[in-house]
């Protein structure tokens, strides 16, 4: 069973910088995509980051030269450090995970989520950003 647990949310100020976590078990795949996707208030759940197990990674316009997604394989951990944060990065945060088939680009995953769907998710951590 695939279990995906955020954690590192909380509220910080315009201007500062958190780190997520997502500690995956029971997910083997030597071919995935992993991503976080966020959903604001009111809004539709959007995809923020992603990285495969090649390690290259793929960002939304609005968060490039912010955030940074990385993962630690022997901990089965992913990561997204965030800086530079914004009242709009204000969310709740969701890890997910894919199954990457004959060597597909990961970024439709972010780019066209309604298209591309993911496999597992977490419940999510909640960021705020106060100005």
């Known amino acids: 069973q695939v279990q995906l647990v955020e954690s590192g949310g909380g509220s910080v100020q315009a201007g500062g910088s958190l780190r997520l976590s997502c500690a995956a078990s029971g997910f083997t795949y030597s071919s995935y995509c992993l991503a976080w996707f966020r959903q604001a208030p009111g809004k539709e759940r959007e995809g923020v980051a992603i990285?495969?197990?090649?390690?290259?990674?793929t960002y939304a316009d609005s968060v490039k030269g912010r955030f940074t997604v990385s993962q630690d394989k022997a901990k089965k951990t992913l990561y997204l450090q965030m800086n530079s944060l914004k009242p709009e990065d204000t969310a709740m945060y969701y890890c997910?995970?894919?199954?990457?088939?004959?060597?597909?680009?990961?970024?439709?995953?972010?780019?066209?989520?309604?298209?591309?769907?993911?496999?597992?998710w977490g419940k999510g951590t909640l960021v705020t950003i106060s100005s």
């Open positions: 997910a995970a894919g199954v990457r088939q004959g060597g597909s680009w990961c970024g439709w995953r972010i780019q066209d989520p309604a298209t591309y769907g993911m496999d597992y």
């Open positions: 990285i495969d197990d090649i390690e290259s990674a």
